[in-house]
Each structure stands twice: as structure tokens, then as C-alpha cells.
């Protein structure tokens, strides 16, 4: 397995720029330059109301690693302005955050070094190391913190014993509520000093009632004998334990037993074992290969078997100048980020999709209300109770119909991908099957054939079309996948599925190009959506050869007009291999991807900078970076997953962009069984091959 490459270093004040993003799926920090100061948290199913718009939304948490150190009685939060020469490192094979600054007061220097990082073998742990060598001998103080200040919510409980033991289990432990009381949060705090002089417990603060938790330590420090401070904090929301800081305390007990190195050492065993999915393309640029590894490093870290509440579409990434969609789960994240994951960590692609079971109540009751059968999925699901919770009016909610069939087409790929048949009778029958319900009643029966009348698409207008392509060529696929669920499972599907599949009118014009919908004009606002293109990949609509040429070429002539928007441009470079022309397609790996690069740790941006509705840097943007991994791993290779032998799964000869000579991938999961994948430009097909059992 070759090694990912590392974003460069990032030297001095960020300047506006965003800050560094750790996460491991169930808890996600934003690390500032400085990293002792506290950043931002989200934990995974923590919702509270969002403080202007009164919905329910992610809720920032007390950060869980915030210190402060203090040079003969002179301290960093006192004066931030004695700090100089800060860099930051990423390495992505391991996870981890390093942090470096020099910090002078009190006559003395202290050279600092902080190592971060979210671990992934012990998913409600956080753990900091922080390094101090001063050049002389001076009297310091470290402290560690929970950080609870400028986080709306309270402190409902706070402990720095444990009832009933002789001795505490851990520094102390407090349980967060968030506004409005919708979810609590635990938390436990673990610490110790390592270094010569280093007392062997640390003071607390029993008083501080609604405080932050801070475990303190002084010492007599000298030249060259460095101290390290170790910080491991455990973070259970409350929608996976009913008294998540009596279950934190458990998690950060379970830690120090087992040991902070140890920790690390499965935390970067862990990652070694993920990249073993490291998708390699032979002849691409180093700075496209390094944009590659950074979209997968976010994606796989934001994604994690014990997430309750899915990933957002910025994983658990929030900063205080962005709505960041208020942390709710939508379509996206099932088109995007579950495919791609299916075949790369099947288990965390296996929770987001739970998160969508969990909550199947709030999808029939969505179709009640609006008169329909089956199931219909939020819009914007909230991250706690998975009901719909878009602001304001809910115009997407109201008119873009397309969202259920992402979800259901979700399920039904991981249960192709997986084999897994009892996931396919338990989790994706349902969801199969309420989709097909809600799509046939749903649709109008005209002369025409049966017709999605006022459905938005892709191209969010103000006044709903008719037919829109993208959600038609969706449907279609949907309700045959629920036909053949059915007839795996030995049920009878119902025959109206089967006729609205077949029936389904989509707007082909008269030189054989697919419509966006009915009464297009490309010169429309939004006119360049290229949204049927969506529907040949990711989706694999069976258009007639002439109509897909056509509708390809007639699209991609237009994607000037486009680029630059989120979530689409990602999939530009696989329709134009698809069209057969490779300069394009490396065109648009640089215009439709590479240039939303944001440079600190490469966040891939929601809007292209240049781009007229960019307002502020918001990323790392899940939709692109994950539209991206998509395409290297089942567009560009021409794989459709099916219910077939996964080695007759490559369907379309190999076409890669300009000066790209193949795209392989060590490992990745099918049927339970790891394979290697592996594109030759120019040849019939790609290869997926087992090892022998």
C-alpha cells in the first residue's frame, strides 16, 4: 500500500481561512491554529435549537480538549499575543493533527508541540498530547479543559468524584444540555503529566458546579527535559445512552486502563487498514492524487460505525460564519457519500443508512400528510429525531420529490454490494418498497404515461417544472430495484410498480436529448443543470445509444455555465470519458473539482471561490469530494453494481482523462470479500479480482 500525501504545512495565523477538521465519525472538532484555545465540536445525534432559525439542528458542544499553560505565572488565555511561529501538520495516514508554537511570558520561552487526533478503535475518545520544553528553569502550570464558555446549553450535572468508589475514576465527568433541552450530552475528562518533577495527580476544581471541567498540574520546570501533558476526554450523546456522563466516565475509565499509547497505536492501525482502499490513479499529477487521498481521508473520517445520526453534508464540520445546513442529513449523503463507502467501509455505510431506518415512522407520516402512500424522507432530516426541518417555508421540501429515490436507491445498491440478505429483508425491503408505494401515488396518469406534474430537481427554481428528467430516469431505476427485491425475497411485487416503471414519460426532444423537463430551455435559469446526465451516472438509465450521445454531448457543451455550483460538477469528468473526449474530461477534474480546493488542508469548498454565490469558505463539502470518489471508483471504471457476479459488474470500456493511465485500488469490500479493482485506459473492461479462499 502506498502512503497518502499529506497536505502541505500550514504556517502562521489562518487569516479567515478555516480552521483544521479531526474527526472520526462520532465527534468532529475544528482545531484553531493556536490548538489549546477551544475550537468547535459537533457530536454525532446532539440537536438542539438553532439559536436564530428555532429548528432543531446540530448543536455545538463544550470543546473537549481546550489547556491553557502558564510560564511563572504568566498564562497563554491571558495573553494570546505571546504566541509566535504557529504551524500545523496533517499527516492523513495516521489521523493526526500536529500542532506547533513558541509561547514567551514570564521572562522564559517554551517551545510547544500538540498532537490531536479522533480515535477510531474507541469511537467516544478524544485524545490530545501536549509537549513543553522551556529554555530554562521556571515554575509551570498546565491545565486541561473542558471548555463549556460561548457554547449555547448548560451544565445539568458536573462531578469530579465517583459515588460509591475511594477513588475517582477519572478527573470528573459533567452532562451538557443543549438549547432547548432536545439532547444531552456526556462527558468525562482524563489526564496525566509526564516528565521529571510531574505530580502524579491533578488539582480540580469540586466547586465549580456549572462550570467546565479543568484539571490542573504545577511543577519545576527545566531546560531540556521536556513535559507532556495527555488529555483523553469521552463524549456519549444521549440518543445512545438514557445517562450519557455516567457512560462517558465508563469510556474514559476503559481508556486509561487500556493506555494512551496503546490507544494511539490501534488508532493508527485503524488507518492502515483504510487506506488499504487508497484509490491510485497512475499519471495524474501529484496535486491531483493528493486532492484525491484529502477526499478520501474526510469522507472515510467523518464516517464511522457508531454514528447514530448519519453525516451531514460536512460531515461533523460546523465554524461560527456558516449555517453549514444545520448539521441535517440529506439526499446527498445518500446519493454521494453511502456508494462510495459501501465499497470502502461497508460498516459505516451500513449506519447511515440505519440512521434512515431508525426513522422510517417520520418518512410514512411525511407521505401522510401530503396525501401519498408509502414512505417519503425528509428534505433535510434533523439529526435527532429524523423528522423533516428545513427553515423557514420549506420550499426544497415541498417540491423536490427526488430525495426518497436516493435513499432507496442507497439500499438497494449496499444490498447488491454487501449480499447481506438479512439486511435486504429487514432494512432495504422497507425502504424499497415505501418508495415504490409513494412513487405510484405520486405520479399523475395522463395520455402520455404517468407524469412527476411540479417536481423541482437538481436546478432549484423558484416555480416547480413538469417531468423532471433526473427524477423520472431515478424513479425508473428505483421501482424495477423493489421489483427484483421482491422476487429475491419471494414476495409478489405489486403490479402497478411494474407499470409506472414502464409508463414513465420522459421529455425527449426532437434531436434526441433528454429534456431537463418539460418546455426546456437551456437558456432558463439554471438552464445548464446538467441533471439528466445524473441519471446515466451515478444512476445507469437504459437510454437508447443515440440518446445518450446526444444528451451527453448537448450538456457538456454547456458546462461553462455550471461549474463553479456544488455537488453536480464533481461527476463532469465521468460523463465526459463516457463522451469518449479525454482532454475534457482532465479539463474538468481541474474546473468541476481541483479549483474548490480550499488550501488549508484541502477542504474541498461547496461553491467554487470564484463562483457568484460563494459568500465564505464552507467546507470540507461532502456532496464534491464525495461526487469525486464516485466517479474514480464506479463511473470512470464503468462498474454497475448489480445482483449479478460482481466480476461482471465492469461494463464500459475504459476511458480515462488526458495523461491518466489507470485507477487502482488495493482493496475494496464486496459480497464480504475484499477485491482489488483495477482500470487500464483503453482497455474492454475494468477488473475486479478475488484472491483465491
Given at each position: ?169 477519572c478527573d470528573g465527568f459533567l452532562l451538557w444540555e443543549t438549547e432547548g433541552g432536545l439532547s444531552r450530552c456526556g462527558y468525562a475528562l482524563a489526564t496525566e503529566l509526564l516528565g521529571e518533577g510531574a505530580p502524579e495527580a491533578p488539582t480540580t476544581t469540586p466547586w ?71 484509490i491510485v490513479v497512475r499519471g495524474a499529477s501529484t496535486e491531483h492524487q493528493a486532492l484525491i487521498d484529502a477526499a478520501f481521508f474526510y469522507l472515510n473520517s467523518s464516517s464511522h460505525p457508531a454514528s447514530p445520526a448519519a453525516t451531514s453534508i460536512f460531515g461533523l ?290 461553491y467554487r471561490p470564484d463562483h457568484p454565490d460563494s459568500q465564505v469558505a464552507a467546507g470540507p463539502f461532502f456532496a464534491n469530494l464525495s461526487g469525486m470518489l464516485l466517479g474514480l471508483l464506479m463511473g470512470l471504471t464503468g462498474l454497475v453494481i448489480d445482483g449479478g ?49
Open positions: 500500500m502506498s502512503s497518502p500525501i499529506n497536505p502541505p504545512e500550514a504556517r502562521g495565523v489562518r487569516n479567515g481561512e478555516l480552521p483544521a477538521y479531526v474527526s472520526n465519525g462520532l465527534i468532529g472538532l475544528r482545531v484553531r491554529e493556536q490548538p489549546l484555545q477551544a475550537g468547535m465540536c459537533l457530536v454525532s445525534g446532539v440537536a438542539g435549537e438553532h439559536a436564530e432559525r428555532r429548528i432543531e439542528a446540530a448543536a455545538p458542544s463544550p470543546y473537549p480538549l481546550a489547556a491553557d499553560i502558564a510560564l511563572n505565572g504568566v498564562w497563554i488565555s491571558d495573553q494570546p499575543s505571546a504566541v509566535s511561529d504557529l504551524v500545523q501538520a496533517y499527516d492523513f495516514a495516521t489521523g493526526e493533527l500536529t500542532s506547533r508554537f513558541r509561547f514567551e511570558g514570564g521572562g522564559r520561552v517554551a517551545q510547544v508541540t500538540v498532537v490531536t487526533f479522533a480515535n477510531r478503535d474507541a469511537a467516544a475518545l478524544v485524545q490530545q498530547e501536549v509537549r513543553i520544553e522551556v529554555d530554562g528553569a521556571c515554575d509551570l502550570t498546565v491545565r486541561a479543559v473542558v471548555e463549556t464558555a460561548g457554547v449555547r446549553g448548560r451544565v445539568i450535572g458536573r462531578r469530579v468524584d465517583t459515588p460509591g468508589e475511594p477513588e475517582p475514576v465549580d458546579q456549572s462550570g467546565p471541567l479543568v484539571s490542573g498540574y504545577s511543577l519545576r520546570a527545566r531546560a531540556g527535559r521536556p513535559v507532556r501533558l495527555r488529555q483523553m476526554t469521552a463524549m456519549v450523546p444521549s440518543v445512545m445512552h438514557d445517562r450519557p456522563d455516567e457512560e462517558a466516565a465508563r469510556r474514559v475509565a476503559r481508556g486509561k486502563s487500556t493506555g494512551f499509547d496503546e490507544l494511539s497505536r490501534r488508532n493508527r492501525a485503524l488507518w492502515a487498514d483504510l487506506w488499504k482502499g487508497r464540520a460546523t465554524w461560527h460564519d456558516y449555517s453549514y445546513y444545520f448539521g441535517h442529513v440529506m439526499w446527498d449523503v445518500d446519493a454521494f457519500c453511502a456508494p462510495p463507502l459501501t465499497l470502502l467501509q461497508p460498516d459505516a455505510a451500513l449506519a447511515l443508512l440505519e440512521f434512515r431506518t431508525r426513522h422510517l415512522d417520520a418518512a410514512r407520516d411525511i407521505a401522510k400528510l401530503s396525501g401519498r402512500a408509502g414512505v417519503q424522507f425528509p428534505w433535510e432530516a434533523a439529526p435527532l429525531t429524523g423528522q423533516e426541518a428545513s427553515p423557514g417555508g420549506g420550499d426544497g421540501a415541498a417540491h423536490e420529490d427526488h430525495g426518497s429515490l436516493h435513499t432507496a436507491r442507497a439500499f438497494g445498491l449496499h444490498a447488491d454490494a454487501t449480499g447481506d440478505r438479512l439486511f435486504l429483508e429487514a432494512q432495504a425491503w422497507p425502504v424499497l418498497s415505501g418508495v415504490a408505494d409513494w412513487i405510484v401515488s405520486r405520479v399523475t396518469r395522463t395520455e402520455r404515461g404517468f407524469e412527476f406534474l411540479r417536481s423541482t430537481g437538481p436546478a432549484e427554481v423558484p416555480e416547480p417544472p413538469d417531468n423532471d428528467a433526473f427524477t423520472l430516469m431515478a424513479a425508473s431505476e428505483v421501482l424495477k430495484r423493489a421489483i427484483r427485491a421482491a422476487q429475491e425475497i419471494g414476495r409478489e411485487p405489486p403490479k402497478a410498480w411494474g407499470e409506472v416503471a414502464d409508463g414513465l414519460h420522459l421529455p425527449i426532444r426532437s434531436d434526441d436529448v433528454i429534456a431537463a423537463h418539460d418546455d426546456f430551455r437551456v437558456s432558463e435559469p439554471k438552464g445548464a443543470t446538467p441533471s439528466p446526465l445524473a441519471g446515466f451516472f451515478p444512476y445507469d438509465y437504459p437510454a437508447p445509444d443515440a440518446v445518450r450521445r446526444r444528451t451527453l454531448d448537448f450538456y457538456l457543451a454547456h458546462w461553462t455555465d455550471y461549474v463553479g455550483a456544488p455537488m453536480l460538477p464533481a461527476l463532469y469528468t465521468t460523463w465526459a470519458a463516457m463522451a469518449g473526449d479525454r482532454d475534457l474530461a482532465l479539463k474538468l477534474f481541474v474546473e468541476g473539482y481541483a479549483r474548490y480546493d480550499h488550501g488549508r488542508f484541502h477542504q474541498c469548498l461547496e457476479d460482481p466480476e461482471d459488474w465492469p461494463r464500459r470500456p475504459v476511458v480515462l482523462p488526458a495523461g491518466w493511465t489507470a485507477i487502482e485500488v488495493e482493496r475494496i469490500w464486496v459480497r464480504g470479500r475484499p477485491a482489488r479493482l483495477e482500470a487500464v485506459h483503453g482497455e474492454a473492461r475494468a477488473r475486479l479480482t478475488f484472491d483465491a479462499p
